[in-house]
């Protein structure tokens, strides 16, 4: 029996690696034990207390023993490409919980289950990061996806009920062509390991054609979870009735999560075929031209938010057509730019009560709220990539990534992706510049000649407003001082 326990002991201890991230789920699992006795509703304190465990888990992978291990058969690793992709993922799910009060979380406010699947959801997300194994990877990113699911259907309404079963059909059917896929890529290379040798061999001795449809079916549960064409259908319905903390988490943290997987698959596939490159061009212009022409006929910014984001994730991907540091600096800052930008509209939407508004409702309206108005003139102009924003450097580093591959390939794939991005960020300036030109230009009520209904104000929070302070000065002034990038 104590031999048995040692041996036991022994093989635990290969998934050491693992437990800053099981800690967490273990965590996520305390937090139903208050909402038996204290009913669904919690003080506002609980939902800050979030940010306690997400602080612990980025100090123990970053900065203790935990750092760089592969452990668990290989199925565990954490490059150092990975490091800032996991640093984003948990930083950026933290901003959701500063940058809204507890009343944006539901008409109950924040509650115990939205607390457990929030730290679910980053738990999932934050492992598959560290995943060296497809099938490790797909239980992760099926952490992260059910999760998901329940937040947005956690507003406990009709609409949202509706959107979270829409949400979770589509994610099921993702799932099962992401599984199937898996079994392809393993009946094919005879290895789950993406990491190793045989995977790469086993590619490069396969029919073309299958390997192909193999890699199809395991993108498309990846490009889910990046809102990437063709399976981004869900988005717009999720944005309009979910709570907003839940779609500024959705909007951003599980694409940082899926480009770091992307960044870590990618160059495997890439040395067995390396015409795959030109997949993943055309899924990043498929989003980028869908989400822009989709957006641009949107009469609510919260749903042009949404198809926006659709158009952002193609951006993303360009990026990963190269595997260069510069490829990976560039995506890291473009992490960041549209992350930020996002973020500030989404908590000034939700802090003005202006989630349900149409675009018309905002005409005049510079005049009696000027600084949130200015505020999301930042964030825009940060989106389409003009300066003197820092998106405007993101962008550039986009077109200097593109024009770097056309030089090392001689490929006119790269020239032809770098035109198309051009054009469609000048199609952006119309929707992401609507909100601006109503509120700057036109006169209150100029359509119907009637007064449009007073914004109701509601009760803002300290936290919300240091938030949007400080992503104001790191667009704005870091954006343009900051020129090292030219």
Known sequence: MQEYIQVLGVELGKFSGLLPELLLLIVSLLWLLPGFSKGQKTNPIWLYSLLIPIA???????FSAWKGQSLGYGAIHFPETSKY???????????PIIGFASRSWGKNGFTFQQGFFYLSAIAGALLSLLSAQLLVLYLAIEILSFSSYFLAASALNKNASEGGIKYLLQGSAASACMLYGISWLYGITGTLNFTHPLFIEGLKMASPFTVYMALILV?????????????????????????????????VVPKVAMLGVLWQLLPAIYQAIPQVYQLIGWVAMASIIVGNVTALVQKLPIRTMAYSTVSQAGYLLLPLLSGSELAYSTL???????????????????????????????????????????????????LIGLPPTLGFLGKAGLFLVLAEGFQALKSTFYLWMGILALLNAAVALFYYLHIPYQAWLKPKGFETNSKVPEMPISAKTWWPAQILVAIFIVILVVGFFWNSWL
Request: cysteine-free.
């Open 219 to 251: 993108l498309g549960g990846i490009t889910f979870k990046l809102s990437a064409f063709p399976l981004h259908v869900w988005v717009s319905n999720v944005y309009e009735v979910a709570p907003m903390p839940v779609v500024a988490f959705l909007s």
């Open 56 to 62: 612990g888990l980025v100090y123990l992978r970053w």
């Open 85 to 95: 992709f996991y640093l984003f993922t948990a930083g950026f799910a933290a901003i």
């Open 332 to 382: 890291l800052a473009y992490i960041i730019v549209y992350s930020l930008a996002n973020f500030g509209v989404l908590i000034i939407l939700e802090n003005y009560g202006w989630k349900s508004f149409t675009f018309s409702q905002f005409a005049g309206m510079a005049k009696t709220h000027l600084w949130p108005m200015l505020a999301l003139l930042v964030f825009f102009l940060s």
